[in-house]
């Protein structure tokens, strides 16, 4: 079993900067791939970007050069540092951890980008 908390999320103005933390709990959490999903009201979630186990990373073309995922596997943490931020952003944004047939979701962060 893995828990999943993220946090950093809140309020920002078009152009600023916000990093998001997951803490995650579990055995054997160096094996998962880790991620960052968002979703808005009425649309699927979608992915954001992912961390494998060997630290190879993938970002969506909407954030590419403005954000980066990273993870610390002593702490057992994954970032996502979210740079030029636009309202277009808005969304609860939820940390994955994926392995085999094992899923597992936080219970998500909102990010607004507003002035």
């Known amino acids: 079993q893995v828990q999943l908390v993220e946090s950093g999320g809140g309020l920002v103005q078009p152009g600023g900067s916000l990093r998001l933390s997951c803490a995650a709990s579990?055995?054997?959490?160096?094996?998962?791939?880790l991620g960052w999903y968002r979703q808005v009201p009425g649309m699927q979630r979608e992915l954001v970007a992912v961390?494998?186990?060997?630290?190879?990373?993938n970002h969506a073309d909407s954030v590419k050069d403005r954000f980066t995922i990273s993870r610390d596997n002593v702490r057992n943490t994954v970032y996502l540092q979210m740079n030029s931020l636009k309202p277009e952003d808005t969304a609860v944004y939820y940390c994955?951890?994926?392995?085999?047939?094992?899923?597992?979701w936080g219970q998500g962060t909102q990010v607004t980008v507003s002035s």
């Open positions: 994955n951890a994926r392995w085999l047939n094992k899923n597992y």
């Open positions: 579990g055995s054997a959490l160096s094996i998962y791939s």
């Open positions: 961390v494998g186990a060997g630290g190879s990373t």
